[in-house]
């Protein structure tokens, strides 16, 4: 199978017990986890995920064991911003309009121009960068390629290096192997490489945090007033910066959906609860999904109500 991740479901993952990704986002890595653990919660389902990634001279290897060890979500805070993108996808499979700028940058502007330094300062050089990630962006259907977005991306640049993503294939595919044989013990869970200054590797256990909207019973707890609006709380879920949602998700409880963002003609019919008071479809510690790029699990406590 050769695709997008997301176009494949439930059912198909189910087949497998170990997944190993190969992926290159925090987004695809929170997709496949949420995904991986609605599958653990199945009958008769073990699940591992086995998790790598580099960044230049550093790495990490992990395994998830769902409901016994931190998911991927749990440890989201551990994440910082992505503000550099992996060579092999700026070189092959540009998504982003970043990644365009990325490869008229570290690509194309040495070729055209070995003898001179990119200056990220000089009004010229981005200009000239514009122009080609533009017309990249174009050739693989992309949109967005501003001149500030240019200027902001220019300067900020880690190589991938090949024998780094050696060592960290490698942890993974032994706790792969561990794991498929029972021949050894896999790790717990979480190994830390780093390659810079010296080499160290340092693993260590990572827990399950209480409210992680993932794989925790209860989901993120948030408290709130009986009478206010699914709206009001909407927005206050798309200011919390560690559930990381990037527009107004669609919000489901049970069975029935509240908000669904798309398409235009559902969203239109929906809009209207927006304004809906909270109470009016739901009772305090009930729990809402609300739904970005990932499945997110969200309890309300009413403010007044007494648990
Ligand atoms: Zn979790």
């Not at 695809?28 to 790598?52: K, T």
């Not at 294939?169 to 200054?197: H, I, R």
Request: charged share 20%; proline share 5%.
């Amino acid at each position: 199978y050769f695709g997008k991740i997301q176009d494949k479901d439930d059912e198909y993952y189910s087949e497998f017990p170990i997944v190993v990704c190969g992926l290159d986002s925090v987004e695809a890595r929170r997709w496949i986890n949420a995904m991986l653990f609605r599958i653990s919660e199945m009958p008769q389902q073990q699940v591992f995920m086995i998790d790598g990634g580099t960044e230049g001279f550093k790495g990490q290897a992990r395994v998830i064991t769902f409901k016994k060890s931190a998911c991927y979500e749990c440890s989201l805070g551990m994440t910082t911003a992505p503000v550099t993108f992996p060579m092999c996808t700026i070189a092959n499979t540009p998504r982003l309009p970043e990644h365009c700028i990325e490869w008229a940058s570290v690509l194309h502007w040495p070729k055209e121009f070995p003898n001179k330094k990119l200056d990220g300062d000089d009004p010229e050089h981005i200009k000239w960068l514009v122009e080609q990630a533009s017309a990249r962006a174009k050739e693989f259907n992309i949109t967005g390629v501003t001149y500030t977005l240019t200027q902001g991306v220019v300067k900020n640049i880690i190589p991938a290096i090949a024998s780094t993503n050696a060592i960290v294939a490698a942890a993974c595919a032994n706790e792969a192997f561990k794991l498929a044989t029972g021949s050894a013990l896999a790790m717990e869970n979480y190994m830390q490489y780093t390659g810079d200054v010296g080499v160290h590797t340092f693993t260590f256990g990572l827990g399950k945090i209480d409210n992680c909207a993932v794989c925790s019973v209860e989901g993120v707890v948030v408290e709130a007033k009986a009478e206010s609006t699914l709206g009001e709380l909407v927005e206050r879920l798309k200011k919390m910066e560690f559930l990381q949602i990037k527009q107004t998700p669609s919000v489901s409880i049970g069975d029935r959906t509240l908000y669904m963002r798309a398409p235009p003609v559902l969203e239109s019919q929906t809009r209207p609860n927006l304004d809906a008071r909270l109470d009016s479809f739901m009772s305090s510690c009930e729990y809402l999904s609300v739904i970005d790029s990932v499945e997110l699990k969200v309890t309300v406590k009413f403010a007044d109500a007494e648990v």
